[in-house]
């Protein structure tokens, strides 16, 4: 397998703009987590999935983010309007039920200017 | 709640000299512990775990770590550090598949040589 994949890996964009995170987790896992990292705030969990469904989106710091998984295979992070506070990287992980680790993606690391 | 502390933000050590870095967690249950490392540019890589049993686990690249309920650490340790351990550590405590993580900050490792 190829791991978590997620794309693109960097991403720079304007103020305003829509931003768009995409993540494919490991095949036959069924949990996907989506973190934020910067140097203030470290490795924050913004949302994770159970099955497809969202199971806690507290993490979620405003409502300008939401995240789909329409499948067991993809997932989605979206940022609309984007701000430069939103600047981080963003990594996606899955695991599976019973399992003892989470795999990482290698993240996106996104600059709003 | 769950919560994981990483004292040390940022350790230099020679090259072929021995490392420790300390974690602390809190944490309601018998947690399951886990250190990551993340290289530049890199996503999280799982070093070791422990979920029961010996106290002392054994990780990839020589690391190995010792849970220690009384003292509610699990502190990370190296014999020997290769200029290629240059990276940042990650604390994590959780319960397991399906649940997230709860990272510490990290702790920043340089090597000199």
């Known amino acids: 397998d190829a791991g978590v994949i997620q794309s693109p890996r960097h991403e720079v964009t304007e103020m305003g703009q829509e931003v768009t995170l995409r993540c494919k987790p490991i095949s036959g896992h069924n949990s996907l987590f989506w973190y934020r990292q910067t140097m203030m705030r470290g490795l924050e969990l913004l949302i994770y999935?159970?099955?497809?469904?969202?199971?806690?989106d507290s993490g979620m710091p405003e409502d300008r983010f939401s995240a789909k998984m329409p499948n067991a295979s993809f997932s989605t992070l979206k940022i609309q309007p984007s701000e430069p506070r939103d600047s981080a990287v963003y990594f996606c992980?899955?695991?599976?039920?019973?399992?003892?680790?989470?795999?990482f993606g290698q993240g996106t690391r996104l600059t709003v200017v | 709640a769950q919560s994981v502390t990483q004292p040390d933000i940022h350790i230099t050590v020679s090259e072929g000299a021995s490392l420790e870095l300390r974690c602390n967690y809190s944490?309601?249950?018998?947690?399951?512990l886990f250190w990551y490392v993340q290289s530049p540019g890199q996503g999280l890589q799982l070093l070791l775990k422990?979920?029961?049993?010996?106290?002392l686990v054994q990780g990839i690249k020589g690391f190995e770590a010792e849970f220690k309920r009384s003292q509610s650490s699990f502190n990370l340790r190296k014999p020997s550090v290769h200029w290629s351990d240059a990276a940042e550590y990650f604390c994590?405590?959780?319960?397991?598949?399906?649940?997230?993580?709860?990272f510490g900050k990290g702790t920043r490792l340089s090597v000199i040589a």
């Open positions: 944490y309601g249950a018998t947690p399951y």
């Open positions: 422990y979920f029961s049993g010996d106290t």
């Open positions: 992980a899955s695991d599976l039920q019973g399992a003892t680790e989470a795999f």
């Open positions: 999935f159970n099955n497809n469904v969202p199971i806690d």
């Open positions: 994590a405590v959780g319960p397991s598949g399906n649940t997230p993580l709860v």
